[in-house]
Nanobody
Framework: QVQVVESGGGLVQAGGSLRLSCAAS????????MGWFRQAPGKERQCVAA????????YYADSVKGRFTISRVNAKNTVYLQMNSLKPEDTAVYYC???????????????????WGQGTQVTVSS
């Protein structure tokens, strides 16, 4: 089992940057594929980025491609989401999620993930 805790959210002006971190407990972090989701008020939660357990393959939603970067450092049990050129429409609660896997895949659906953090608020002002 793994617990994940997000940090790094906050208020930023449009065009600015933030880096979210997700710290995971457990000694088998390297066997977990990870994902970042977000949920804006009145909208469904969506995957914005995902990464394989090895970090060799990533996924980005079209809305964030070229602006967000997901990465992981398995030795630190941490996954990151670097967010650049932020827009007001990026405002949401951002969640980190983990799923134990023995494949080299990333996962983009909510129901594919077993463990979730509490979320961190990101607010982008215009």
């Amino acid at each position: 089992q793994v617990q994940v805790v997000e940090s790094g959210g906050g208020l930023v002006q449009a065009g600015g940057s933030l880096r979210l971190s997700c710290a995971a407990s457990g000694r088998t972090f390297s066997r977990y594929a990870m994902g970042w989701f977000r949920q804006a008020p009145g909208k469904e939660r969506q995957c914005v980025a995902a990464i394989t357990w090895s970090g060799d393959s990533t996924y980005y939603a079209d809305s964030v491609k070229g602006r967000f970067t997901i990465s992981r450092v398995n030795a630190k049990n941490t996954v990151y989401l670097q967010m650049n050129s932020l827009k007001p429409e990026d405002t949401a609660v951002y969640y980190c999620a983990a799923v134990l896997t023995y494949s080299g895949s990333f996962y983009t659906r909510e129901d594919e993930y077993d463990y979730w953090g509490q979320g961190t608020q990101v607010t982008v002002s215009s």
